[in-house]
């Protein structure tokens, strides 16, 4: 049993209150999930510039002296700390950035790259994730969060949720897959990596390996619904989208909401009570084996 969240804002002028509002519809979900939780924040990119969330389990020394390192090694960066955590804003490559990072200070994890998302994610209840990383001052676009109750693997910050494997891509995820072992055969064989023996995981490396295709993410989920077997939810975020499937049988809860402001989730209608002019929303269940997919670039 996880929750998950997800704010897709439509109207511009609740930016500035983005981190705020997805803050408190996470905490609300905590009985759901009290080993970890993590938010994946999507602001509009800036032309050129691309973002690597960094995590350390020993921030004082890896990210010491961090940017000074990186201007060594001819990467022009700035770099903002975020208690263990870290974002790198760079015009240089991020595969050099990876590759000096690898080199250099290897106990470093990469959380996500893009050139609009950042993902901030830790073991411990919400509400301290949340005060943490300083989330409800935090604007944006478009959100995704997860609260985690480990059922098949340890809880560890890799674990947590929402995973990314692809630039500006992430996914949360109720439920739990039966055939991400082979599916992760596959995908590796496809040129795949992965951090963690998460099935979770291996359902983001598969969007992601779609999209690569030329699939948006709306195909992506359409096509998980035929390769991917078990009992799921998934909420996922792209630079521009974000995109709701649940399983054909559909037996983890979800709750939407959608006004002219915003399309909101929740794993619980609890989650959305909160958000402005809730109370004229349309809300629904997202019915079974069925995409639901918004896109800001497709809107405007």
């Given amino acids: 049993m996880c929750g998950i969240v997800g704010l897709f804002l439509k109207d511009e002028t609740l930016r500035p209150e983005l981190g705020r509002l997805l803050s408190d519809m996470l905490i609300t979900m905590t009985d759901r999930g009290p080993d970890s939780a993590g938010i994946a924040i999507y602001n509009a990119p800036s032309a050129g510039t691309w973002k690597l969330t960094l995590q350390s389990a020993q921030p004082d020394v890896d990210f010491a002296g961090l940017s000074e390192a990186l201007e060594a090694g001819n990467i022009s ?9 870290a974002v790198v804003e760079t015009t240089a490559a991020v595969a050099d950035v990876r590759a000096f990072l690898g080199q250099t200070r290897p106990q470093i994890r990469i959380m996500g790259t893009g050139e609009s998302v950042e993902i901030y994610k830790e073991t411990g209840l919400p509400k301290d994730v949340v005060d943490r990383f300083d989330v409800r001052s935090m604007g944006g676009t478009h959100g995704i969060g997860h609260t985690r109750m480990a059922t098949e693997s340890a809880v560890t910050t890799l674990g947590a949720h929402p995973f990314s494997t692809g630039a500006d891509q992430c996914l949360v995820h109720n439920g739990s897959l039966s055939n991400h072992n082979n599916l992760r055969r596959t995908l590796i064989r496809e040129g795949m990596t992965f951090e963690t023996q998460n099935d979770s995981e291996v359902a983001a490396a598969y969007l992601t390996a779609e999209m690569a295709k030329g699939k948006d993410l709306g195909e992506a989920l359409t096509g998980a619904l035929d390769d991917l077997d078990g009992f799921f939810t998934f909420v996922v975020g792209t630079k521009s989208g ?32 909160n958000l ?4 004229t929303a349309r809300v629904w269940e997202p019915e079974p084996a069925t995409v639901y997919f918004w896109d800001h670039e497709k809107a405007a």
Avoid: N
């Fill in 77 to 85: 960066a700035r770099v903002t700390l975020k208690d263990t955590h």
């Fill in 276 to 279: 402005p002019g809730i109370e």
């Fill in 242 to 273: 974000f995109g709701v499937v649940r399983d054909p049988i559909a037996c983890k809860p979800a709750v939407m909401a959608e006004t002219d402001q915003y399309v909101a989730f929740g794993s619980e209608y609890r989650a959305l009570v």
